[in-house]
């Protein structure tokens, strides 16, 4: 199974981007999908997560507001839509599904259960 991370790039603050995750030769169906985010010399730091069967969402407190977590058409597909960017969202953005993660463990990294290869966002002041 191979994930992959897109859409990242180069913009300027106050600019958004879409990122994309796809998942080959697997659903997302049944799975809670997360997006975190590494920048230099820094932990990996949570983003947004999505329950797939529910919808439900949660955001890190950093992009609450700014950054949407969706689901896409097509069941291996998860979007992530990043508005009003800032340079401090600069980073590495990963995505990884977890089969078994209760709510209050959406945040931790560790609970997920495979990462793929990030697409890095740039945000210029």
């Known amino acids: 199974v191979q994930l992959q991370a897109s859409g990242g790039g180069l913009v300027q603050t106050g600019d958004s981007l879409r990122l994309s995750c796809a998942a080959s030769?697997?659903?997302?169906?049944?799975?809670?999908i997360g997006w975190f985010r590494q920048a230099p010399g820094k932990e990996r730091e949570f983003v947004a997560a999505?329950?797939?069967?529910?919808?439900?969402?949660r955001y890190g407190d950093s992009v609450k507001g700014r950054f949407t977590i969706s689901r896409g058409n097509a069941e291996n597909q998860v979007y992530l839509l990043m508005n009003s960017l800032k340079p401090e969202d600069t980073a590495v953005y990963y995505c990884?599904?977890?089969?078994?993660?209760?709510?209050?463990?959406?945040?931790?990294?560790?609970?997920?259960?495979?990462w793929g290869q990030g697409t890095e966002v740039t945000v210029s002041s």
């Open positions: 030769e697997r659903t997302f169906s049944g799975y809670v």
């Open positions: 999505i329950k797939w069967s529910s919808r439900h969402t």
């Open positions: 990884a599904p977890g089969r078994r993660i209760i709510t209050s463990s959406q945040t931790m990294a560790d609970q997920y259960d495979y």
